[in-house]
């Protein structure tokens, strides 16, 4: 099974920025979507961006729309977030996944198969 390892978090001050990525340990056949969600300590989790892998249409939650954006290296079976203009709400636990649903853009948490362990995205005020 794929196995996802999310890498560039840390701390950072408000306004700044930070480019997370997402490793896939090889590379997923078919029609997927690579999801960036994020959860806040005490809250749920929620999507950030999706990207459909093939054909790189993208989806933004309001939240970070203007200031993340989302793409991927094919060759490289990875992931990016980049995150610009980071404000304190940005912080919490970043995580990527892969959902095979075949087209839209899956924001819940079940339409994710695959999971990476996180990584962990403090931004000062």
């Known amino acids: 099974q794929v196995q996802l390892v999310e890498s560039g978090g840390g701390l950072v001050q408000a306004g700044g920025s930070l480019q997370l990525s997402c490793a896939a340990s090889?590379?997923?056949?078919?029609?997927?979507?690579l999801g960036w969600f994020r959860q806040a300590q005490g809250k749920e989790r929620e999507v950030v961006a999706v990207?459909?892998?093939?054909?790189?249409?993208?989806y933004y939650a309001d939240s970070v729309e203007g200031r993340f954006t989302i793409s991927r290296d094919d060759a490289k079976n990875t992931g990016y977030l980049q995150m610009n203009s980071l404000k304190f709400e940005d912080t919490g636990t970043y995580y990527c996944?892969?959902?095979?649903?075949?087209?839209?853009?899956?924001?819940?948490?079940?339409?994710?198969?695959?999971w990476g362990q996180g990584t962990t995205v403090t931004v000062s005020p």
């Open positions: 996944a892969i959902s095979r649903i075949p087209f839209g853009f899956p924001r819940t948490l079940r339409a994710y198969e695959i």
């Open positions: 090889e590379r997923t056949s078919g029609s997927y979507a």
């Open positions: 990207i459909r892998w093939m054909s790189g249409v993208i």
